[in-house]
């Protein structure tokens, strides 16, 4: 899969500070990467950002780039151990598999990453929120309603076939950004998923991008696509409405 690093993560004299971290999640080693602004002062939010299946490649790391530069400080989280990624589906696939039949796992790296995160003087640890794609929106959504003490997560593009929420369970508020092409997610599951936070009455809002697919934030999902015949594709019109509905949100939050 091909990837991609923000243009301004490699300009001489870049106050954005990327630096690889190693942290642990019970006997698992893990390999993410922390961004921030070595300009600005004082703390500020932070926010764990969870990868697409493939694994913690310079996509997300260039998205907690991205982050940094908005001035927060971000990790990108590795879920898999050791820094892994997968080079096809098959890989990808075997992968993801264990986080989605124990959504415990996945609550438990993320809270790794929070750990990590939140040991920074510049994080400002009440104020933590996530943000995900594809694998990544599934588990953030997860996370948030098994409970996690977020102000806010983010799914990008991802899963909504999670854990239900449960009354008084959820803390964080909800923005979903949602491929309305996306062919991995059923009617049926987005409408299970809207029913269950309507019933629990958990605040979400959930944005729709017309003509975008699964995977539409990624600028190298179009080759992915094509390589691995999968119906995934980059759509910029949606990449960069969904990042401005990122942004308003975090506003409303912090």
Same mark, same amino acid.
């Given at each position: 899969?091909?990837?991609?690093?923000?243009?301004?993560?490699?300009?001489?004299?870049?106050?954005?500070?990327?630096?690889q971290?190693?942290?642990?999640?019970?006997?698992?080693?893990?390999?993410?990467?922390v961004? /921030?602004?070595?300009?600005?002062?004082?703390?500020?939010?932070?926010?764990?950002?969870?990868?697409?299946?493939?694994?913690?490649?310079?996509?997300?790391? +260039?998205?907690?780039?991205?982050?940094?530069?908005?001035?927060?400080?971000?990790?990108?989280?590795?879920m898999?151990?050791?820094?892994?990624? $997968?080079?096809?589906?098959?890989?990808?696939?075997?992968y993801?598999?264990?986080? /989605?039949?124990?959504?415990?796992?996945?609550?438990?790296r993320?809270e790794?990453?929070?750990?990590?995160?939140s040991?920074?003087?510049?994080?400002?640890?009440?104020?933590? $929120?996530?943000?995900?794609?594809? !694998?990544?929106? +599934?588990?953030?959504?997860?996370?948030?309603?098994l409970?996690?003490? =977020?102000?806010?997560?983010?799914?990008?593009?991802?899963?909504?076939?999670?854990?239900?929420?449960?009354?008084?369970?959820?803390?964080?508020?909800?923005?979903?950004?949602?491929?309305?092409?996306?062919?991995?997610? +059923?009617?049926?599951?987005?409408?299970?998923?809207?029913?269950?936070?309507?019933?629990?009455?958990?605040? /979400?809002?959930?944005?729709?991008y017309?003509g975008?697919?699964?995977?539409?934030?990624?600028?190298?999902?179009?080759p992915?696509?094509?390589?691995?015949?999968?119906?995934?594709?980059?759509?910029?019109?949606?990449?960069?409405? +969904?990042?401005?509905?990122?942004?308003?949100? !975090?506003?409303?939050? =912090?």
């Amino acid at each position: 899969m091909a990837l991609i690093v923000s243009a301004d993560a490699q300009k001489a004299g870049s106050s954005i500070k990327v630096e690889q971290v190693t942290y642990t999640d019970g006997a698992v080693i893990l390999k993410g990467y922390v961004a /921030y602004d070595t300009k600005q002062k004082g703390k500020r939010p932070a926010i764990v950002v969870v990868p697409e299946w493939w694994g913690c490649t310079d996509y997300a790391k +260039s998205r907690a780039v991205m982050l940094a530069e908005l001035g927060y400080i971000a990790i990108a989280a590795d879920m898999y151990g050791d820094g892994k990624i $997968a080079e096809n589906p098959t890989d990808a696939q075997a992968y993801a598999t264990p986080f /989605y039949t124990n959504p415990q796992l996945g609550k438990s790296r993320i809270e790794a990453a929070v750990k990590k995160i939140s040991s920074y003087p510049q994080a400002d640890a009440g104020k933590m $929120a996530a943000t995900g794609y594809c !694998f990544g929106g +599934s588990m953030v959504l997860n996370a948030a309603k098994l409970g996690m003490d =977020f102000k806010g997560v983010v799914s990008f593009h991802g899963g909504l076939a999670g854990v239900p929420a449960t009354p008084g369970t959820t803390k964080a508020n909800i923005l979903v950004c949602h491929g309305a092409a996306d062919k991995f997610i +059923s009617a049926e599951e987005l409408k299970n998923f809207r029913d269950n936070l309507d019933a629990m009455k958990v605040p /979400y809002t959930f944005k729709s991008y017309e003509g975008a697919t699964h995977a539409f934030s990624n600028p190298a999902a179009t080759p992915t696509g094509i390589k691995f015949n999968m119906p995934i594709a980059y759509n910029e019109a949606a990449d960069k409405q +969904s990042w401005i509905d990122m942004k308003d949100f !975090f506003k409303t939050i =912090f």
